[in-house]
């Protein structure tokens, strides 16, 4: 694993054994060389043998990402929670897995990541009207969702900028850019995380290092799908019912957003072709936001 957790670089191993210019710790000879420009072919977008971690990658979104960054030759690490499905994700794509609470951020503050592309993605939600949020679980997802990606991305500049090249990928979601009552700490954490990748990009900029967020509506992940079947029972409706009247009210485009659609445009984000695009934000939402 690329993490140099402090309790922990047995994973260092793997980052110089490759040889990809991702892999090098800073403080290395060779750390200020920038990756090459192209990998093993004109599609490949330079990403062959280049590092990425992938938040909450043991599910969902994340998984996506997992896949679709290591079918272009990506090692991925799966940082997850969930020991065991990210063990399983991590062996699907022949990469590791790291099991961490991203709840944890003490033990994030000394940690060091040698990582060519971070992929913020774990996310929680918890709907209730504001008078009667929880507290601690209005904090939660502060905690998760802006504090821990503050904490990863600090972790990985350094080394992204000894070799002067980096990409940082931020899973925000339509409720970034637009709000939705009872969400207030979802919409909260997601407009945090937009600044958060605004501030990276115009540090970064000059380091090779680009920093973007990707703004889905509604995928269609085991989170959404519970969702959709909690409402189909409350709302005593069917479940399409709720995709089209709730859900998809106001898309122009009635359905679901697929992972792998969400996780295409991230590995777009992550190579070569999009060394100019940074400080961005980019809807994929059926025109929800239109
Ligand atoms: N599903 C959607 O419709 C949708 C839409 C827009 C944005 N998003 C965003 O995409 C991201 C992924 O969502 P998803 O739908 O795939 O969710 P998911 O619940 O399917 O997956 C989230 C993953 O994060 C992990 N995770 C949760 N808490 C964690 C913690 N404390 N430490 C480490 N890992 C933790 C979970 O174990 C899980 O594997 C989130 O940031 C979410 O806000 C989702």
New binding site residues.
Partial sequence: MSVNAPESNASGNNARDNGAPGNKAPGDESAGEKAPASGTGPLSGGLAGQRALV??????????CARALAAQGVHVIV????GA??AAVAKEVGGEAWE?????TAALESLKLEVDILI??????TISPIQEFDPAAFR?IIT??LE?PFLLIRAALPHMYAQNHGRIIN?????GLRASAFKSA?VSA?HGLEGLSKVTALEGGAHGVTSNCV??????????EGQIADQARTHGIAPEQVLSDVMLARNAIKR??E?AE?ASLVTWLAADQAAMVTGASYTMDGGWTA
């Avoid at 940082?79 to 969930?82: K, L, N, V, Y």
């Fill in positions: 938040t909450g990658g043991a599910g969902g979104l994340g998984a996506a940082a997850d929670r969930d499905a990210a961490v609470d991203l709840l944890d913020n993605n774990a996310g929680i939600q939660r998760l969702m821990a899973i925000s979601s339509i409720h979802y997601k703004n889905p509506g509604y995928v269609r992940t085991p989170l959404v679901l957003v992972p969400v």
